[in-house]
């Protein structure tokens, strides 16, 4: 008979002390974690849109556009993952509460903006603070419904994305009508919002780890996947194509449709139908077996590839408006895909794990615009060209390590 050893097992206190957080706590917790995502990147998403289309309006070159929102990218490679830890040790609710009011302090400093270096500098303070914001809430909504976090993620994502429906709307038809800034003036109200619903309603836990009898390790193994395993580097990939893309499209599709003669509600529009979609395909995606995934991230790929050849091929709004459709469906994929993959692949430090989910967008967020914004100046359609290259070499390079990871679980699962 195999020897018994104790082992540990975490479970969630309150901060009173009782033996489990409710059941009602839990859901309570993930409801709001939900609603948190939905207005901060309704927020995110305006904030992306306002720097590059207000760098363009003071002046500035493609290429300081792409900076805009690449500074974000640049400073996100590494926040999340710093934030995802420092979450799993302070809590979710203290690290998610301090975020937000940061969060405030660095939206109130967009009015006083009067050069695109004032956009670059604040865009990488958001990236700062929202590495702690989102994987924060990954991490609790995943650690809060372990059997079901496909479900879960899936509604972290769903949330995040329809936040950003409403983002092109509040550029394309609040700003022309209010003024520059007034877009700005409403997503400070939603994160002031956002802080009193995290500070009155979201209930505060920790972790707590406790003991109890089961074989040894070496008695029961089971499939590890480390951080360098062939299922992590190919949601790597599909994490940073996924920032490539999104970036590419937020940040100079506007300036594309404007280059070729349409006008600031077409691209509105247009982005309208791209949050939509994709919004659509990450409610889809959570419900697909979990056991898929690997072939979710590569229709991914090739999704982003059709979409991206359709964008910079064809000018026409009719063939734009199914290209976002389509790009909506990949980036939707892409992200949730590598998600589950990542976290799903351990037990506790969601948040840490999230957090490099989160850092390795942040390196797709990063390239997408500053290269996408050089070959821009260059000519309009080349960013779009890069995106679908970019697809190709990515699918190339994540078919065969699934393919590779799908074997060593099959053999550990004879085992």
Known sequence: MADISETTEKFCLDVEGEPDLPS????????????????VTLTLGTTEIFASWYTGELGGSGFLAGLAIGSFGLV???????????????????SI?????????VLILYPFSS?????????????VVYGFIAPSIEGMVAELSPESQAV????????WSAGMIISPFLIGYVTGVYGVFSSIYVIIAVEFVSLGIIGAMMQNYRMKTIFREKRKAADRPRPVHSKTSARFIASYLSIALWGVVSTVILALLPRYVQGLGYLTEDFGNLLMIWNGVRTIAFIVCARLPERSMGNVIVAGAVLSGVSSVMIFAVNSLWIWGAAMAISGIAVGF??????????????????GHAGLVESMGGVGLFLGPMVGGFVMDISLQYPFMLCAVLSVIVLLFMVPLLWRSKRQTDREAVI
């Open 334 to 351: 892409s992200y949730l895909g590598a998600l589950y993959l990542i976290v799903s692949a351990t037990e506790d430090e969601k948040g």
């Open 76 to 94: 996100y490679m590494f926040s999340p993952s710093i934030g995802g830890k420092i979450s799993d040790r302070i809590g979710r609710k203290t």
């Open 115 to 127: 050069t695109p270096i004032h956009l670059i500098i604040i865009r990488a303070l958001e990236g």
């Open 152 to 159: 879960t993620l899936g509604n972290f994502s769903t949330s």
């Open 24 to 39: 009602i706590a839990k859901k309570k917790n993930r409801l709001i974690g939900y609603v948190i995502t939905f207005l």
């Open 97 to 105: 509460l301090i975020a937000t009011a940061a969060y405030i302090g």
